[in-house]
């Protein structure tokens, strides 16, 4: 188990979303504010966590005929328990991102940690992926949120102290893209995000064989 080397593919060289481009649906539909992309990406995180736990402490005797049947057992269960949390403690949270909250059930990003991560490796392993996969998931959506946010209606923090809250008016109001807030302002940001990341590892990479 290498934490180094789990923590930057989880940030970057494998990241879920920039790099091997899962999770695309919840990614452009709720990051249009701060609040729905912390909150998604928390959730994420920890079903994430805990159904690699689960399926790698269970991965020797599930049948291989039926592995994907169980791993979606256990990531319903969480889900599940997540919601429930979320609609008791956060309703507001749980009211914006809507249908998205049960959706991560056939989330990509889950069910292909659990198929090429955990259930074949330890549990101490499979948490930590679990981790540092759900933190370039959050950063991720988070980058997303805060910049269509602000290009889209010049805030930042829209619905944290409140369901109501229009969060902290940064630009004036005729200033702002409001095409940002809708689906082809995410594909844009999207795009430009996956373009810097795959920038960046092409440069890296091409600076480690040239030495």
Same mark, same amino acid.
């Not at 991102?97 to 990509?108: D, H, K, R, S």
């Not at 809250?165 to 689906?183: C, N, V």
């Given at each position: 188990?290498?934490?180094?080397?789990?923590?930057?593919?989880?940030?970057?060289?494998?990241?879920?979303?920039?790099?091997?481009?899962?999770?695309?649906?919840?990614?452009?539909? *709720?990051?249009? @504010? #701060? $609040?729905? /992309?912390?909150?998604? !990406?928390?959730?994420?995180? =920890?079903? +994430?966590?805990?159904?690699?736990?689960?399926?790698?402490?269970?991965?020797?005797?599930?049948?291989?005929?039926?592995?994907?049947?169980?791993?979606?057992?256990?990531?319903?269960?969480?889900?599940?328990?997540?919601?429930?949390?979320?609609?008791?403690?956060?309703?507001?949270?749980?009211?914006?991102?809507?249908?998205?909250?049960?959706?991560?059930?056939?989330?990509?990003?889950?069910?292909?940690?659990?198929?090429?991560?955990?259930?074949?490796?330890? *549990?101490?392993? @499979? #948490? $930590?992926? /679990?981790?540092?996969? !759900?933190?370039?998931?959050? =950063?991720? +959506?988070?980058?997303?949120?805060?910049?269509?946010?602000?290009?889209?209606?010049?805030?930042?923090?829209?619905?944290?102290?409140?369901?109501?809250?229009?969060?902290?008016?940064?630009?004036?109001?005729?200033?702002?893209?409001?095409?940002?807030?809708?689906?082809?302002?995410?594909?844009?940001?999207?795009?430009?995000?996956?373009?810097?990341?795959?920038?960046?590892?092409?440069?890296?990479?091409?600076?480690?064989?040239?030495?």
């Amino acid at each position: 188990m290498n934490l180094k080397k789990q923590f930057i593919e989880g940030l970057l060289t494998q990241n879920p979303v920039l790099v091997q481009v899962l999770g695309m649906c919840s990614t452009m539909a *709720i990051t249009t @504010s #701060f $609040f729905n /992309g912390l909150g998604m !990406g928390v959730a994420v995180l =920890v079903i +994430l966590t805990l159904s690699n736990v689960i399926i790698s402490a269970i991965r020797k005797i599930i049948p291989d005929k039926i592995r994907i049947a169980m791993f979606i057992v256990v990531i319903a269960g969480f889900v599940t328990m997540v919601d429930l949390l979320i609609q008791a403690f956060v309703p507001a949270l749980s009211s914006s991102l809507g249908v998205f909250i049960p959706l991560i059930v056939v989330n990509c990003i889950i069910l292909g940690r659990a198929e090429s991560f955990s259930y074949k490796n330890g *549990i101490a392993a @499979s #948490f $930590f992926d /679990g981790i540092f996969q !759900g933190i370039g998931y959050t =950063v991720v +959506l988070m980058a997303m949120c805060i910049i269509r946010e602000f290009l889209g209606a010049g805030t930042f923090g829209a619905g944290l102290l409140g369901p109501d809250a229009k969060g902290i008016q940064i630009l004036p109001s005729q200033f702002p893209a409001g095409m940002m807030t809708m689906p082809v302002g995410g594909f844009l940001v999207l795009g430009v995000l996956i373009a810097a990341m795959q920038w960046a590892l092409n440069k890296s990479k091409n600076k480690e064989e040239s030495k």
